[in-house]
């Protein structure tokens, strides 16, 4: 495996092949990320990795100069999960100067949920995502596909929106969100919970899959989007009372994570913070 630091670097390693196989990381890396990594592999004539903590994702309070950075694990795990070439930039490498171009998602989908309680965070996302695909494809001449996890669904709609908004010759694939035994979803910031709160982490998941249940049931009717408002608060008040601090459980359709109606694909999401630390889940259905 081969580990570059600049796009020229990166480009000189590629030029060989036609057809990358791309999963983005920040590092700090666990199954659900080397998952990707392996459903990568049959996908394209080389597998390539990033790790970069992207800075214009994060807001001013919230965890940028902490995220853990752990490129020497990161880069074993990826070598025995078959990648082939890891890029791991510096800022200077990937911003040599201030980036004030920057891509703005379609605010209907960026605005809501994540984009409410993190503004700027997918302008950040889409940024670095684009100059990523620059870095990775721009010589490629065959099919290429970029991975990114279900964990965090709104992302995954928004990066598919922006590919198909500029006509990337990009298939965005989604990988299903690997989970610990117990059901909570792998997530770097997971590493952040005390023993306790470890303990008490899955309640997300359930608080999910107890919301999914009662929509599933709710009759419909004319009612259906002031009944499952009902439900959505109600979750969200049974979750605050175990001590956490919710910024939302909510039941969305698939397609637009917009309010729900009958008969609609449906899919709940939720965000929360445990103690410091926030955690986000979701579950189709």
Same mark, same amino acid.
């Given at each position: 495996?081969?580990i570059? %630091?600049t796009?020229?670097?990166?480009?000189?390693?590629?030029?060989?092949?036609? $057809?990358?196989?791309?999963?983005? *990381?920040m590092?700090?890396?666990?199954?659900?990320? @080397?998952?990707?990594?392996?459903?990568?592999v049959?996908?394209?004539d080389v597998?390539?990795?990033? &790790?970069?903590?992207?800075?214009?994702?994060f807001? =001013?309070n919230?965890?940028?100069?902490?995220?853990?950075?752990t490129?020497?694990?990161? /880069?074993?795990k990826?070598?025995?999960?078959? !990648?082939?070439v890891v890029?791991a930039p510096?800022?200077?490498?990937?911003?040599?100067?201030?980036? *004030?171009f920057?891509v703005?998602?379609?605010?209907?989908?960026a605005n &809501?949920?994540?984009?409410?309680?993190?503004?700027g965070f997918?302008t950040g996302? !889409?940024t670095?995502?684009m100059? @990523?695909?620059? /870095?990775?494809f721009?010589?490629?001449?065959g =099919?290429?596909h970029?991975?990114?996890?279900k964990?965090? +669904?709104?992302q995954?709609?928004? &990066?598919?929106?922006?590919?198909?908004?500029?006509?990337?010759p990009i298939?965005?694939?989604?990988?299903?969100?690997?989970?610990a035994?117990d059901g909570?979803?792998?997530s $770097?910031?997971?590493g952040?919970? $005390?023993?306790t709160?470890?303990?008490?982490?899955?309640?997300?998941?359930?608080? @999910?899959r107890?919301?999914?249940?009662?929509a599933?049931?709710?009759?419909? *009717?004319?009612?259906?989007?002031?009944a499952v408002?009902a439900?959505? %608060?109600?979750?969200?008040?049974a979750?605050?009372?175990?001590g956490?601090?919710?910024d +939302?459980?909510?039941?969305r359709?698939?397609?637009d994570l917009?309010?729900?109606? =009958?008969?609609?694909?449906?899919?709940?999401?939720?965000?929360?913070r @445990?103690g410091?630390?926030?955690?986000i889940?979701?579950?189709?259905?």
């Amino acid at each position: 495996m081969k580990i570059v %630091h600049t796009p020229a670097e990166l480009r000189a390693a590629l030029s060989p092949f036609q $057809s990358p196989a791309f999963v983005p *990381t920040m590092g700090n890396l666990h199954d659900g990320h @080397l998952d990707l990594v392996r459903q990568a592999v049959p996908l394209g004539d080389v597998t390539v990795a990033s &790790i970069f903590v992207n800075r214009l994702q994060f807001g =001013p309070n919230e965890d940028f100069d902490t995220y853990p950075r752990t490129l020497q694990a990161d /880069c074993d795990k990826l070598a025995e999960a078959g !990648c082939h070439v890891v890029f791991a930039p510096n800022e200077r490498d990937l911003y040599p100067e201030a980036q *004030t171009f920057t891509v703005a998602p379609d605010q209907a989908l960026a605005n &809501i949920l994540e984009g409410h309680f993190r503004p700027g965070f997918f302008t950040g996302v !889409c940024t670095v995502v684009m100059k @990523l695909f620059q /870095c990775v494809f721009a010589e490629s001449k065959g =099919p290429r596909h970029a991975l990114f996890g279900k964990k965090d +669904y709104q992302q995954l709609m928004v &990066i598919r929106r922006m590919v198909e908004q500029f006509a990337l010759p990009i298939s965005v694939v989604g990988g299903e969100t690997q989970r610990a035994a117990d059901g909570l979803a792998l997530s $770097s910031r997971n590493g952040y919970l $005390s023993p306790t709160e470890r303990a008490e982490a899955v309640q997300l998941s359930q608080a @999910l899959r107890q919301l999914a249940h009662a929509a599933r049931a709710l009759p419909q *009717t004319a009612g259906f989007a002031d009944a499952v408002m009902a439900l959505e %608060h109600d979750a969200v008040q049974a979750l605050n009372r175990r001590g956490w601090r919710t910024d +939302y459980l909510t039941v969305r359709r698939r397609r637009d994570l917009q309010q729900p109606a =009958p008969g609609d694909e449906m899919v709940v999401l939720g965000a929360s913070r @445990l103690g410091a630390t926030r955690l986000i889940d979701n579950l189709e259905f």
